[in-house]
């Protein structure tokens, strides 16, 4: 039986324009087809923080103009809508020009979020492009939005990352990889929606691309929930002179360090967070990895990238 890997791609790496995301994606799609080669069972997650901000960003001075005002989980559907298109246009070529028939879907995703989640009340999840202090502080002060330092890199205007409870379309997405399909899912963590009887409502937030990957990959009895982002191991002591990169931590560990506050809340945090959800709560053999996109291929050979175990 081939192992099923459930892929999370982070959406800043996805880049800040429509233009550099089609080149971007052209080395995600090399990395997919790689893994294929392998005989691996591929399911993709992605961010969308960069373009779901820069679209209600949009939205928001078209509103100025007369046009009407697009609610923040329409802009989350047209991210998804958007980066799997450029996705699965850029690994079909790449499958195609290697001779392996193979489809890639793009199914647009809701997750259900709980209304009173508290973290609708402390906005955390960075979205759009970055500004500096002076930028952000006047931004805040005409519209009313909350701002946050993302990383050393500048300032990001913040909304709520719920947990996300279920995925309303899992029983698709197992069809289409049970049949052989790569399947583009929970795009931006999904569109973040609450529950009423029958009825689904979008809520303006973003979940965490990681945490929908997590849950994804549980319910997807994964064997592998691979996490790709920015560097290529998870370090201890980031960005300081004792920095320490990690081959493996367990659960435990990565607990404690977490406590200790080595992963920021922002970025590492929930990438580390999710990993031991994941290992705790699927089979025995079950890991989790963290590594750069680059060095996916690499990674899942034991060869770099960060494991984590039970």
């Given at each position: 039986?081939?192992?099923?890997?459930?892929?999370?791609?982070?959406?800043?790496?996805?880049?800040?324009?429509?233009?550099?995301?089609?080149?971007?994606?052209?080395?995600?799609?090399?990395?997919?087809?790689?893994?294929?080669?392998?005989?691996?069972?591929?399911?993709?997650?992605?961010?969308?923080?960069?373009?779901?901000?820069?679209?209600?960003?949009?939205?928001?001075?078209?509103?100025?103009?007369g046009i009407p005002y697009m609610p923040f989980p329409e802009c989350g559907a047209m991210s998804q809508g958007y980066i799997?298109?450029?996705?699965?246009?850029?690994?079909?070529?790449?499958?195609?020009?290697?001779?392996?028939?193979?489809?890639?879907?793009?199914?647009?995703?809701?997750?259900?979020?709980?209304?009173?989640?508290?973290?609708?009340?402390?906005?955390?999840?960075?979205?759009?492009?970055?500004?500096?202090?002076?930028?952000?502080?006047?931004?805040?002060?005409?519209?009313?939005?909350?701002?946050?330092?993302?990383?050393?890199?500048?300032?990001?205007?913040?909304?709520?990352?719920?947990?996300?409870?279920?995925?309303?379309?899992?029983?698709?997405?197992?069809?289409?990889?049970?049949?052989?399909?790569?399947?583009?899912?929970?795009?931006?963590?999904?569109?973040?929606?609450?529950?009423?009887?029958?009825?689904?409502?979008?809520?303006?937030?973003?979940?965490?691309?990681?945490?929908?990957?997590?849950?994804?990959?549980?319910?997807?009895?994964?064997?592998?929930?691979?996490?790709?982002?920015?560097?290529?191991?998870?370090?201890?002591?980031?960005?300081?002179?004792?920095?320490?990169?990690?081959?493996?931590?367990?659960?435990?560990?990565?607990?404690?360090?977490?406590?200790?506050?080595?992963?920021?809340?922002?970025?590492?945090?929930?990438?580390?967070?999710?990993?031991?959800?994941?290992?705790?709560?699927?089979?025995?053999?079950?890991?989790?990895?963290?590594?750069?996109?680059?060095?996916?291929?690499?990674?899942?050979?034991?060869?770099?990238?960060?494991?984590?175990?039970?």
């Amino acid at each position: 039986m081939n192992k099923r890997l459930v892929i999370a791609l982070g959406g800043n790496a996805l880049g800040k324009t429509p233009e550099t995301q089609l080149a971007i994606v052209k080395g995600t799609a090399k990395t997919i087809a790689d893994l294929c080669e392998q005989g691996y069972e591929i399911i993709i997650g992605h961010g969308n923080g960069t373009q779901v901000g820069m679209i209600n960003l949009a939205m928001e001075f078209s509103a100025e103009k007369g046009i009407p005002y697009m609610p923040f989980p329409e802009c989350g559907a047209m991210s998804q809508g958007y980066i799997g298109y450029h996705l699965q246009q850029a690994i079909r070529k790449e499958l195609l020009d290697r001779g392996i028939q193979k489809n890639c879907v793009t199914l647009v995703t809701q997750v259900v979020v709980d209304e009173t989640d508290p973290a609708f009340q402390n906005p955390t999840k960075p979205v759009g492009i970055f500004y500096s202090e002076e930028q952000a502080e006047k931004i805040s002060k005409e519209k009313g939005f909350v701002f946050m330092e993302d990383s050393g890199r500048g300032y990001r205007r913040a909304v709520p990352s719920p947990m996300p409870r279920k995925i309303v379309e899992l029983p698709v997405v197992e069809q289409l990889v049970n049949t052989g399909n790569i399947v583009i899912t929970v795009g931006g963590g999904g569109i973040p929606v609450t529950e009423k009887g029958n009825v689904l409502e979008g809520i303006a937030a973003v979940i965490d691309k990681d945490r929908a990957s997590c849950l994804l990959a549980r319910e997807l009895k994964a064997d592998m929930l691979v996490i790709l982002t920015a560097v290529e191991k998870v370090s201890l002591f980031f960005k300081t002179p004792q920095q320490k990169e990690l081959d493996r931590m367990t659960a435990d560990e990565a607990e404690r360090y977490l406590q200790e506050g080595h992963f920021a809340p922002g970025s590492m945090g929930p990438k580390v967070e999710a990993c031991v959800d994941f290992v705790r709560n699927s089979g025995p053999d079950a890991c989790a990895l963290i590594t750069s996109l680059p060095k996916a291929a690499e990674a899942l050979e034991g060869k770099t990238g960060t494991r984590i175990v039970r």
